[in-house]
């Protein structure tokens, strides 16, 4: 917690909505990057040896060497996303740096399109539009022509049950999808009963049963590759998978394998574990129809985004007044 009694130095590493950094200069000593594009080494390296608050985005790498070379006023990491996976959060603790997040306002609009992505794979939504503007609908109508597979009935096995999980599956349910989910630790009774959600301790066992699987959890160690090559071979050749958590979360290379050998039906992802770098497998596959690939556009709403922005300000706002951010990470939450 900070006190200070001059307007902090907050910079921020990428553009933000206009309404958000018009607030931030507001309020703050605030130094924006207006060329929007992700900070070189050297520059993130002279930001946090300058500031007293930092708002990185997910393309920032905070790792303990960047963090070695903090100035003395660095106290708090106020960061513009719910994911801190980018962050040593650890070594930022050890130094005495704050570190928040934005969870919550996020969750609805990821879930929709985690949602859109499912449809969007089972009902082959992709190829479908790229038809007619490549002037290929040429014979019309067809009874057997670019048939997907219908998604009431099926089962729908969520990995990983937190807010953004239970947001899905509440828009599933509607769908006529069959709940199903693997989660560290199980929600209660009554969240189960409502989303009539039927909770599986082993994650190899409910792979083995559903027919589409949604990642919805945090990449931390525990949760790297947590969809290993053996975890995926469990799945049904007509499964689908959907990521809009984290790339890591899954291993790409044998997902791409597994589509490619037929032994995977399809992918919907929003999320890499290179990115912006995406294998060039997943591309190939995408072009074939097989996978839907998006640019990490899970919270890419107005709303979203401006909700985010809002929520950095307040953890700055209430830290730098001497207070316990509302967003704070704790050592028990890594």
């Known amino acids: 917690m900070s006190s200070l009694k001059r307007k902090p130095l907050v910079v921020v590493t990428r553009r933000l909505p206009d309404a958000v950094e018009t607030r931030m200069r507001e309020l703050f000593d605030t130094r924006l990057n207006h060329d929007d594009a992700p900070l070189s080494p050297e520059a993130l390296a002279i930001a946090i040896r300058e500031a007293d608050v930092l708002v990185p985005t997910v393309t920032d790498e905070i790792n303990a060497g960047l963090l070695a070379q903090a100035g003395p006023n660095l106290r708090l990491i106020a960061n513009f996303g719910n994911g801190v996976d980018h962050i040593d959060v650890g070594a930022a603790l050890e130094r005495g740096i704050t570190v928040t997040n934005t969870p919550g306002v996020l969750t609805e609009d990821t879930a929709d399109m985690t949602m859109a992505l499912i449809l969007a794979v089972a009902r082959r939504i992709a190829e479908g539009a790229r038809i007619i503007p490549d002037d290929d609908w040429t014979t019309g109508w067809s009874p057997t022509w670019m048939l997907g597979r219908r998604i009431t009935g099926k089962r729908l096995g969520i990995v990983g049950m937190g807010r953004i999980g239970q947001a899905l599956a509440r828009r599933a349910k509607a769908f006529g999808l069959s709940i199903h989910y693997h989660n560290r630790r199980r929600v209660p009774s009554a969240i189960e009963e409502a989303l009539d959600a039927t909770y599986w301790e082993s994650l190899d066992q409910m792979l083995a049963r559903v027919d589409i699987v949604s990642v919805n959890c945090p990449h931390t160690p525990a949760t790297y590759h947590l969809l290993s090559a053996r975890r995926l071979k469990l799945l049904k ?51 074939t129809g097989k996978v839907v690939l998006l640019p990490h556009m899970g919270s890419a709403t107005h709303e979203s985004r401006t909700d985010m922005g809002e929520k950095v300000i307040i953890n700055i706002k209430t830290f730098m007044d001497g207070h316990r951010p509302p967003d704070r990470i704790l050592p028990t939450m890594l």
């Open 237 to 287: 050749p007509e499964a689908i998978v959907v990521n809009t958590a984290r790339g890591e979360v899954i291993d790409e290379n044998a997902l791409a394998r597994l589509i490619e050998a037929g032994d995977i039906s399809a992918a919907g992802l929003d999320v890499f574990e290179q990115e912006p770098a995406v294998s060039p497998r997943l591309v190939r596959l995408a072009r």
